[in-house]
């Protein structure tokens, strides 16, 4: 069964610094790796989806990476702004898309 | 576009009281899902189809119901409702392009 676990469960970081989020999974046979944020409240909103085929997906101030092999992602997020404190998932398929998520991050970024 | 569209946004029911949560989406997605998320945790799946007239359970489908009529609607039916089931429901739809989610619906059992 596939496991996804995200480290650390929350952050702060002040305004302006880069930071790193972990999401790493237990089974390496995965067609693709997406990263949502959702704020307090809210539904998800989808921000990267990494194919397998791929290592990193970029989106402006976001870049995601993805390791099969060590079961690993990461999603960089540079030069922090207040309205990126949101809570972020990481998820990935199991048959028919399925979505496996984790527990996810919870970022506070600290004006 | 309304992409995933939710109702109702927030609902309280009392034990043993029966309700659907709507979900209809407008981007002729085949599939479609519905997860339930509690506090602290990740979302987990309830039940989910593949098209019209094809659905199947999740790893927590217990005490809900599903169908799958048209592309566009996909309705959750709760028929005995338990405070176990007090919860944040999302519906969403997908291509290999990616998810989408409705807004969601918190429901409290009481």
């Known amino acids: 069964k596939q496991e996804v676990t995200q480290i650390p469960a929350a952050l702060s970081v002040p305004e302006g610094e880069n930071l790193v989020l972990n999401c790493s999974f237990t089974?390496?046979?995965?067609?693709?790796l997406q990263w949502f944020r959702q704020d307090p409240g809210k539904g998800l909103t989808s921000l990267l989806l990494i194919q397998s085929s791929q290592r990193e997906q970029t989106s402006g101030r976001l870049n995601a990476s993805l390791d099969k092999s060590s079961g690993r992602s990461t999603l960089y997020i540079a030069a922090s702004q207040p309205g990126d404190s949101a809570t972020y998932l990481c998820a990935v398929p199991f048959g028919n898309e399925k979505l496996t998520f984790g527990t996810g991050t919870r970022l506070t970024i600290i004006p | 576009n309304a992409g995933v569209t939710q109702t109702p946004k927030f609902r309280i029911l009392k034990i043993g009281q029966s309700m659907t949560l709507q979900c209809t989406q407008d981007m002729n997605h085949n599939y479609m899902y519905w997860y339930r998320q509690d506090p602290g945790m990740g979302l987990k799946l309830i039940y989910y189809?593949?098209?019209?007239?094809?659905?199947d359970k999740g790893e927590v489908p217990n005490g809900y119901n599903v169908s799958r009529s048209t592309t566009e609607d996909f309705p959750l039916r709760l028929e005995l409702a338990a405070p176990s089931q007090t919860s944040v429901y999302f519906c969403a739809s997908s291509t290999t392009e990616g998810y989408t989610f409705g807004s969601g619906t918190r429901l409290t059992v009481v």
């Open positions: 189809s593949v098209g019209a007239g094809i659905t």
């Open positions: 089974d390496s046979a995965i067609y693709n």
